[in-house]
């Protein structure tokens, strides 16, 4: 059976913190997904990675970075959280480089103070 | 970039209705339109998926249909059930995108009992 984990599924964290987030997959796919899900906004694409160490940004990068040393595992870093950070964020992986199915994890809920 | 707009943001039904929800995209080199249903407390998962070289797929009782022209789908669920109840998102993706998908803002659909 597929799956996407990912660290924690609630975290609560200070402003100004730095904040990790992993995923990892254990479907040796190359494309993997970090996604933040806000009501009313659908999911956003933060960042993505198609191989090792190569990341691209998508449509939210701002105040994010990731980190992607192996294939199955993808970070999604908050350098200084802020409030309007706070969020589900969402990690998905998936195989092709086009047009193929994205598993999801179960999300992470994050509340920045 | 793509944009894609869903509606409605809600959709109420009785159950044994049927469920329809619809989305716009924008780029015209989108050829890959994957519907996601998330259930509570879980990540999104693909319930159907169509290509932009088909009008239109069916399983069992959910359907999606493609007009390209109009550059807009759509998905119907018949014989709705309570356990359909869940939060539906549509999403387009294609060129040399790298899987990369863009979201539609989500459907809350209720299917009472």
């Known amino acids: 059976d597929v799956k996407v984990t990912q660290s924690s599924r609630y975290l609560v964290k200070r402003t100004g913190e730095k904040v990790f987030l992993e995923c990892v997959q254990d479907?040796?796919?190359?494309?993997m997904f970090w996604y933040r899900q806000d009501p009313g906004l659908g999911l956003r694409l933060i960042y993505f990675?198609?191989?090792?160490?190569?990341?691209e940004k998508g449509d939210i990068p701002e105040g994010y970075s990731v980190s992607r040393e192996k294939k199955e595992r993808f970070s999604l870093i908050l350098e200084s959280a802020s409030t309007n950070q706070t969020s589900m964020y969402l990690c998905?992986?998936?195989?092709?480089?086009?047009?193929?199915?994205?598993?999801f994890g179960p999300g992470t809920r994050l509340t920045v103070l | 970039g793509e944009n894609v707009e869903q509606h409605p943001s809600t959709l109420s039904v009785q159950e044994g209705d049927s469920a329809v929800i619809k989305c716009t995209y924008s780029?015209?080199?989108?050829?890959?339109f994957p519907w996601y249903k998330q259930e509570l407390g879980k990540g999104p998962q693909l319930i159907i998926d169509?290509?932009?070289?088909?009008g239109e797929k069916k399983d069992q009782r959910i359907a999606v249909t493609l007009n390209k022209t109009a550059k807009h789908f759509s998905l119907h669920i018949t014989e709705t059930q309570p356990e359909d109840s869940a939060v539906y998102f549509c999403?387009?993706?294609?060129?040399?995108?790298?899987?990369?998908?863009?979201f539609g803002q989500g459907t809350i659909l209720t299917v009472h009992p």
């Open positions: 990675s198609y191989d090792v160490k190569m990341k």
């Open positions: 479907m040796d796919h190359e494309n």
């Open positions: 999403a387009a993706a294609g060129g040399t995108s790298y899987g990369k998908l863009t």
């Open positions: 169509i290509r932009s070289n088909v």
């Open positions: 998905a992986s998936s195989k092709f480089p086009e047009g193929d199915e994205q598993f």
């Open positions: 780029d015209s080199a989108s050829n890959y």
